[in-house]
């Protein structure tokens, strides 16, 4: 039988996966998996797409322009995180990346950069931060891969909020307030949520005042402390599993 740790690399393919099920690979990750890892005819590679579990393949075809794998063992289902959207605005590259990366590892099923009346950056590359996302699915074992959308302004996605998913709005203004959410104890808000974590700078007045105006919104503090931005999410995502999530 084939073990999941006889096999050396983790990928993440965009096609259907399923016993014999042959996956023809693009040139990036023949590449990868061929000059980059030095892979050959036969190496056991460890495959998911979110949809079909993971599944152990053998490489059939190796050459540096494609390849085919084949599928020949199911390994596990699908881990699919709970109806969470991580809601951050960005910062500093490397650290725009470290959040997206934590936001995978945790649990995220969204992740939805904002921008605000004080956020740094005003553009983002998305297809370089859907490829983080990517990355850190195959690099932490994770067998769901999420979402990063595009950058869109804080007040149009608020226009737009769905009636059903709650808010975890964490307002520096409450630090010192504790962290419970809503006063709620575990297990007594399942549904839909988001969490929202501000700019270096914080949010502005109108967005504090419109954010604690929303019906959905619970407001909490993170602790008695300011927090950076990218500890700020890594903190709200382990308090929102621990409270709500598939870590109780």
Not at 31 to 44: C, T
Not at 84 to 109: C, H, N, Q, S
Not at 227 to 243: F, H
Request: net charge negative; charged share 25%; hydrophobic share 45%.
């Amino acid at each position: 039988m084939v073990r999941l740790m006889s096999a050396k690399v983790r990928l993440f393919v965009e096609h259907p996966l399923g016993e014999a099920q042959p996956v023809p690979l693009s040139r990036d990750q023949a590449n990868y998996l061929f000059a980059v890892m030095r892979l050959g005819d036969d190496a056991r590679i460890a495959l998911f797409n979110g949809v079909d579990g993971e599944w152990i393949a053998r490489v059939a075809q190796a050459n540096k322009r494609g390849g085919i794998l084949v599928c020949e063992e199911f390994v596990r289902p699908v881990l699919t995180p709970p109806d969470l959207w991580l809601i951050f605005a960005p910062i500093k590259k490397a650290r725009t990346d470290f959040i997206v990366e934590k936001a995978v590892e945790m649990g995220a099923r969204r992740i939805l950069p904002v921008q605000t009346a004080f956020t740094n950056s005003e553009r983002i590359r998305q297809d370089r931060l859907q490829a983080h996302a990517v990355e850190a699915a195959e690099q932490c074992g994770g067998t769901f891969v999420p979402e990063v959308a595009d950058l869109q302004k804080l007040d149009r996605l608020l226009a737009d909020w769905p009636a059903e998913r709650r808010l975890m709005f964490c307002d520096e203004g409450q630090v010192g307030q504790g962290p419970a959410v809503g006063g709620a104890p575990a297990g007594e808000a399942s549904g839909p949520w988001a969490i929202l974590i501000g700019p270096e700078g914080g949010f502005s007045e109108p967005e504090r005042a419109r954010l604690h105006a929303l019906p959905q919104a619970e407001i909490i503090g993170l602790g008695p402390r300011i927090l950076r931005a990218d500890t700020a999410a890594v903190a709200a995502l382990t308090l929102w599993q621990m409270t709500y999530g598939d870590w109780r």
